[in-house]
């Protein structure tokens, strides 16, 4: 069972639009991390928290996107203005002390569309 | 250039049968490789790792080789059901302490009845 959850399911943007996704770690997870699935391909990696401080992002991240963890049981992903390339699953996992990959679980993933 | 390389991209056996997927990295600092399933619809799961010091690592039906100067390793999936229907992931890690993964393309494995 997901121990992370993200809402919503599904996102449908118009190009140009705002989107927000949000997840919801494991409890006692202090690290959280955002992928991107496009096509059910390799998963890309986005941004890495770790008690709610951004760690490590990839250059699309900083110039498109908003993420942020304003609580230990809240994080956000946002994309400021959409566009066709960013429709993909969006997966949030989290993982216990240190961000450990052993500890690592994902959500079922936010699957974006833009239009 | 792509650092995780996953072969075949698809893969079809029949029930009981051994699965073989096979995985190929570039980075030597890489040292923590899990495997993960995923089905449609759904988030990846954790099936089984291996730490590079190891060279086989088994849980249930479940066996990854790893073979560290050859930069692969394989996931055998012994007596294959329906319902590991799936596409697999490997993915590889250069620290163990991060939850930050570089992922193959990934196998969709149908086994048939």
């Known amino acids: 069972d997901a121990a992370v959850t993200q809402k919503p399911r599904y996102l449908i943007k118009m190009k140009g639009q705002e989107a927000e996704m949000k997840c919801i770690p494991e409890k006692g997870h202090t690290a959280v991390f955002w992928y991107q699935q496009k096509q059910s391909k390799e998963l890309k990696f986005l941004i890495y928290f770790q008690n709610q401080q951004p760690l490590d992002q990839i250059d699309m991240v900083k110039e498109r996107f908003s993420a942020v963890c304003p609580s230990s049981s809240l994080c956000s992903l946002g994309i400021r203005t959409c566009e066709a390339e960013d429709s993909a699953l969006y997966l949030c996992?989290?993982?216990?002390?240190?961000?450990?990959?052993?500890?690592?679980?994902f959500g079922s993933g936010t699957r974006l569309t833009v239009l | 250039q792509q650092q995780v390389r996953q072969s075949p991209q698809s893969l079809t056996v029949w029930e009981g049968e051994t699965a073989i997927l096979n995985c190929s990295y570039e980075?030597?600092?890489?040292?923590?490789f899990p495997w993960y399933q995923q089905f449609p619809g759904e988030g990846p799961a954790l099936l089984i790792a291996?730490?590079?010091?190891?060279d086989k690592k088994e849980d249930g039906g479940f066996t990854i080789f790893f073979n560290k100067r050859e930069k692969n390793l394989s996931l055998h999936i012994k007596d294959s059901q329906p319902g590991d229907s799936a596409t697999y992931f490997c993915a590889a890690s250069a620290y163990t302490n991060t939850g930050k993964l570089t992922f193959g393309d990934g196998t969709v494995l149908t086994v048939k009845p």
């Open positions: 996992s989290s993982s216990g002390q240190g961000g450990g990959a052993e500890t690592l679980y």
């Open positions: 291996i730490r590079s010091v190891s």
């Open positions: 980075n030597s600092a890489f040292d923590y």
